[in-house]
């Protein structure tokens, strides 16, 4: 695979983001470590190995070799996972909402840099490095997920499911798999070319998509879900890989979290002031903008009830259902629920990433733009909660080049460079080009003889009679308004003429930026489709860590 850095593509244009990557001063006070330093992985390997994590690493690893056996995952990973229960493990972490046809490519890109950073630090410290991939299946934002796109020839289709979720408060983990799954399914193969391996990744897709319930049915009712759907996947696609699949809500772990819900719970004000601290940092000392709401009383747990996962405020001994008070607890009440019944809670935006630190030996934790900036403002919530937070690593930038694409730039003498930041430049430059009769310079001419010859005739007029000035003009008018329909019919027919370049022009930004990045919008199945079900392998082995962050194109 040939490999290079396209220059003038940022990972976010958040200001945060940008110090994150190349002003790492300015943004330190935020954050643990330096993740650029190979010293920053051996302090933080040493301060988990030395007592820093103090997990239940047997249950863990019980319940993560349980949940991958059920998703299908292969021996590497369920050797990966009982590792976990070993003294002497770290763990590499990612994670991702489980989105239909496994979401965007950046999914896939996070989990690639975390696994090859896991190898890379595994012989850098001596010690095994386990990477784990956080299913975010506690989440109910149905609308992100729900939605895909794929490039179609010189379009990008967008594939959505046909349910409304306007309002579900539904986990997608604990939900049962919406029916309109198998319509997508089909949407997606009738749009796909004819290739040699269509037939076996469809086929994937759907039995994926039938397999029964990964977690425990009492969770999920007996019913498979959209996680499972996402996991199984996700483990075939990464299989030989190592990669470790966590499910957010296994009944199984919350058991093991029940202590870190009942400290949320005892410790809310510490923990809201400690998250006004680091929001504090973040706008006045640092200057950036923050992307996280407090919301007052908050305890940063969501609670189920009847299904629905429901945000929980509390102020001195009452715990209460943001927006229905009438659901009410003495805090003591609800702290004992929390250890009798941990799977009845969920954890937000704030402390998800704390939980994480919680039930495993973070090494790292790899990262898009948006978590980077809300890791930034917790730093005193995971010393508040008796953590600390994890080295956190940019996730690589990649945008995949297919060969027509990569013939099309060829063909035009165009750099990736031209194709993202100077695609309509490049395409007036060929219409300039192709214009052998010179359309743009015969009007400019013809409109200049116009009015040297109008303004003559217009003298001579106004001799005979100084009160014909407005018809005078509105005559230049209309023949001007003439002149200029009868160039843009000229420049229309061109363009016309020249309508097979032009299509090539759409079907690279089509491709290339579909509404924005390519690994923002696009799903890998579509590139399996083509290049075959180990694709995501050999991205995996071929595609190198670099130093620092660039984007990246890969040329298939």
């Known amino acids: ?200 990744v469809v086929a994937r897709l759907r039995e994926a998509a039938s397999g029964g319930p990964a977690l425990d049915p009492a969770a999920t009712g007996g019913a498979p879900t959209l996680a499972d759907w996402f996991g199984r996947l996700m483990a075939w696609l990464f299989r030989g890989t190592g990669l470790v699949f966590l499910n957010s809500s296994d009944p199984a772990l919350r058991r093991i979290e029940a202590p870190f819900f009942a400290r949320a719970l005892t410790q809310q004000a510490e923990v809201e002031a400690a998250c006004a601290a680091g929001i504090a940092r973040w706008e006045r000392e640092l200057g950036f903008v923050c992307t996280v709401e ?21 102020e001195g001994d009452r715990v209460w259902v943001r927006g229905r008070p009438e659901l009410s607890w003495s805090r003591a009440e609800l702290v004992d629920l929390a250890w009798r019944s941990p799977e009845r809670f969920s954890t937000n935006v704030v402390l998800r990433p704390v939980v994480q630190a919680y039930l495993l030996p973070d090494l790292f934790y790899v990262g898009g733009p948006g978590e980077i900036s809300y890791f930034g403002l917790l730093r005193d919530v995971y010393q508040t909660m008796g953590l600390q937070m994890p080295i956190v690593v940019p996730r690589e930038g990649f945008t995949l080049v297919e060969p027509p694409i990569a013939r099309i730039l060829q063909k035009h003498a ?37 009015e040297r010859r109008h303004a003559e005739l217009a003298g001579l007029v106004l001799q005979l009679d100084p009160g014909l000035s407005q018809m005078v003009e509105e005559n230049r008018r209309q023949i001007e308004h003439q002149i200029n329909r009868l160039e843009e019919k000229a420049k229309q027919q061109h363009r016309k003429n020249c309508e097979t370049a032009l299509r090539q022009f759409d079907r690279l930004r089509a491709n290339l930026m579909p509404n924005g990045l390519q690994e923002r919008a696009f799903s890998v199945c579509a590139y399996l489709v083509k290049y075959g079900p180990d694709l995501v392998r050999r ?18």
């Open 1 to 200: 695979m040939q490999i290079e850095r396209v220059p003038g593509i940022a990972l976010s244009p958040s200001e945060a983001v940008k110090a994150y990557l190349g002003d790492w001063a300015r943004v330190a006070p935020a954050y643990e470590y330096d993740w650029r330093s190979q010293e920053s992985f051996q302090r933080r390997a040493a301060y988990l190995l030395g007592g820093g994590y103090t997990g239940d690493r047997s249950a863990v690893a019980a319940a993560l070799e349980r949940y991958n056996r059920a998703l299908g995952a292969d021996e590497a990973a369920l050797e990966g996972a009982r590792l976990l229960g070993q003294p002497g493990t770290l763990a590499a972490v990612t994670g991702q909402q489980a989105g239909v046809l496994t979401g965007p490519l950046y999914t896939i890109y996070k989990a690639m840099t975390t696994i090859r950073l896991a190898r890379q630090q595994s012989e850098r410290l001596g010690v095994p490095v386990v990477p784990v991939f956080w299913i975010a299946a506690e989440d109910h934002d149905w609308q992100e997920v729900s939605w895909v796109m794929v490039p179609a020839g010189n379009e990008a289709r967008r594939l959505a499911l046909a349910e409304r979720f306007d309002g579900d408060r539904r986990s997608v983990g604990l939900a049962p798999m919406p029916e309109s799954v198998a319509g997508l399914i089909d949407e997606f193969a009738a749009l796909m070319p004819d290739t040699e391996f269509k037939e076996e």
């Open 414 to 450: 165009m750099t990736l460079d031209d194709a993202f930041h100077r695609l309509e430049e490049r395409k007036q430059e060929l219409l300039e080009r192709e214009d052998r009769l010179g359309i743009a310079q015969a009007f400019a001419s013809f409109r200049q003889d116009f």
């Open 539 to 556: 991205l995996v082995e071929e595609v190198p860590l670099q130093e620092g962050w660039s984007h990246r194109a890969i040329y298939l």
């Open 294 to 314: 407090q919301m007052p009383n908050s305890l940063n747990l969501f609670i189920y009830i009847d299904g629905e996962r429901l945000p929980l405020a509390g």
